[in-house]
């Protein structure tokens, strides 16, 4: 059975930093990558940030890059994203799922591609 779980989330004021971490269990596929992902209210899916099992895949969204980073432990099979000077743009509910690894180890961050996903973690910047 393969699970996802976020923690980390909270509220935070502008220009403050939150850690999220999601961990994994089981084996979604043989290599694969994890996304983090968002949603504010009344709008759609966005993905922010992924990283390939192996290390490489890593790829952030324009809104996150430069503030976001997004490293794995793969002794305790979590991925984090350390976030840094936050906005009240970024207030969201963060998720993060498992996603197949595509050629030479690449992630993608296309929503539909990933399943399966966690339950979601609150972040509130004002």
């Known amino acids: 059975h393969v699970q996802l779980v976020e923690s980390g989330g909270g509220s935070v004021q502008a220009g403050g930093s939150l850690a999220l971490s999601c961990e994994v269990s089981?084996?979604?596929?043989?290599?694969?990558?994890v996304g983090w992902f968002r949603q504010a209210p009344g709008k759609k899916r966005e993905g922010i940030a992924s990283?390939?099992?192996?290390?490489?895949?890593?790829l952030y969204a324009d809104s996150v890059k430069g503030r976001f980073t997004v490293s794995q432990d793969t002794a305790k099979n979590t991925v984090h994203l350390h976030m840094n000077n936050l906005k009240p743009e970024d207030t969201a509910m963060y998720y993060c799922?498992?996603?197949?690894?595509?050629?030479?180890?690449?992630?993608?961050?296309?929503?539909?591609?990933?399943?399966?996903w966690g339950q979601g973690t609150q972040v509130t910047v004002s």
């Open positions: 799922a498992a996603g197949p690894s595509r050629y030479g180890g690449s992630c993608l961050l296309s929503p539909p591609l990933y399943s399966p």
């Open positions: 990283i390939h099992t192996s290390g490489d895949g890593i």
């Open positions: 089981g084996h979604p596929y043989d290599q694969y990558c």
